[in-house]
């Protein structure tokens, strides 16, 4: 089973950007998952943000992030990315990466992947 590992987490301003790595520990399983990025703020439920195919070709958004927000994957160094431009306040939150076997169907509620990392937070400074 394949370990995640976020990172790059930290204070970012309105308007700016950061840009989150998910490391994964096994290079032989993790080019076959499916990548997805969840957040959590508190007080509220955790929430979709982005995902990734095995491939890195198609990629999903959320209507929140959609414009603002890139994923990329790069499986020669088992590494997702998530970069974040014109951060608003409403992105700080806890921000988790979490995979699964891609099978080709598309996966969106937390509940549908079972390999998790430990989560970097994010806080957007106004």
């Known amino acids: 089973q394949v370990q995640l590992v976020e990172s790059g987490g930290g204070l970012g301003q309105a308007g700016g950007s950061l840009r989150l790595s998910c490391a994964a520990s096994?290079?032989?399983?993790?080019?076959?998952?499916?990548i997805c990025w969840f957040r959590q703020a508190p007080g509220k439920e955790r929430e979709f943000v982005a995902a990734i195919t095995r491939g890195g070709v198609v990629a999903y958004y959320a209507d929140s992030v959609r414009g603002r927000f890139a994923i990329s994957r790069d499986n020669s160094r088992n590494t997702v990315y998530l970069q974040m431009n014109s951060l608003e306040s409403e992105d700080s939150a806890v921000y988790f990466c979490?995979?699964?076997?891609?099978?080709?169907?598309?996966?969106?509620?937390?509940?549908?992947?079972?390999?998790w990392g430990q989560g970097t937070q994010v806080t957007v400074s106004s």
């Open positions: 979490a995979g699964r076997v891609d099978n080709g169907d598309q996966y969106y509620l937390p509940t549908d992947y079972d390999v």
């Open positions: 096994s290079g032989d399983t993790f080019s076959t998952y499916r």
